[in-house]
């Protein structure tokens, strides 16, 4: 039993000793290339960037899309080359931050908690719009949704949005071109960071079911107004305008019978009064 917990032992130690220098390595080995790459940091960032990335895929995910809408390149550009992904470019980038939200949509484990259904469908359609290329519009996109309060409002704030509406025209016509866009992408970047293929292959699976509930959310809000050809307003009109004369010959006799039967009353009234005592001004007859 002795020798049992010795051998466990010096397994144990072995494994933090070799754990131990692969972080080495790779610390090492990120700092070699951000140098590399001329990303001017400190090493006090760069320890920040090493803890960023020792807390996982999706956390690190979460950074990028802060930094997405914000002014922190330097630490994503960071981050990217030391994970061994490299310096991409924007559409890349925007790549990474447009799949979180499908993962997080996907999952509900959405940052941060509490944040509305139709919010999250508008963040992913701001993050469509860096995807396409776009990013400066993309974050002026995402600071027009923020200011919106509830679902209510979206369509008055949304028709502002150049941007945003071009997004929703292309999604009523089909997400496939989102969904080709994304995974062309995801699938450029397998290999590159260990970890992350494994959301990059889960994130592709959920695609399908994400882009096609968002271009339902988009169709629901902006409902599509059916346009009727000349022949189609005819056949209306003439229907409409049957209704109208049914109604009106309706009326015309229900005026007709009334008429008759007063008539009739009014013969019967008549009938009835007793002249034999009358006397008559033959001047007024």
Do not use: H
Request: net charge positive.
């Amino acid at each position: 039993m002795g020798d049992g917990l010795s051998d466990f032992g010096n397994w144990a130690k072995d494994k933090v000793v070799a754990a131990g220098k692969g972080i080495a390595n790779f610390a090492s080995s990120a700092w070699n290339n951000i140098k590399k790459f001329g990303i001017a940091i400190s090493e006090l960032d760069f320890k920040k960037v090493l803890s960023m990335i020792g807390k996982g895929v999706l956390w690190v995910l979460r950074k990028f899309k802060d930094a997405a809408y914000s002014t922190v390149g330097i630490i994503v550009d960071a981050i990217l080359v030391a994970t061994g992904i490299g310096k991409v470019a924007q559409a890349v980038f925007w790549g990474l931050v447009t799949g979180l939200d499908v993962y997080q949509l996907a999952s509900g484990d959405w940052e941060p908690k509490g944040t509305p259904t139709w919010e999250k469908w508008l963040d992913l359609v701001c993050d469509i719009i860096g995807l396409l290329g776009a990013g400066v519009a993309a974050k002026g996109a995402r600071g027009l949704v923020k200011g919106i309060k509830s679902a209510t409002q979206i369509p008055k704030f949304v028709k502002k949005n150049k941007a945003i509406m071009n997004i929703i025209t292309k999604l009523k016509n089909g997400a496939s071109w989102v969904i080709s866009k994304i995974t062309s992408v995801l699938k450029g970047l397998k290999g590159k960071w260990k970890p992350l293929d494994k959301f990059i292959d889960k994130i592709i699976s959920f695609c399908k079911k994400i882009f096609t509930g968002l271009k339902n959310f988009v169709k629901k809000i902006f409902p599509e107004t059916v346009k009727l050809t000349g022949k189609q307003k005819l056949k209306r009109g003439v229907k409409a305008g049957g209704v109208a004369t049914g109604l009106v010959y309706g009326i015309d006799k229900y005026s007709e019978k009334k008429g008759k039967e007063s008539s009739e009353k009014m013969g019967q009234s008549i009938d009835n009064i007793d002249l034999s005592t009358a006397v008559f001004d033959m001047d007024e007859i």
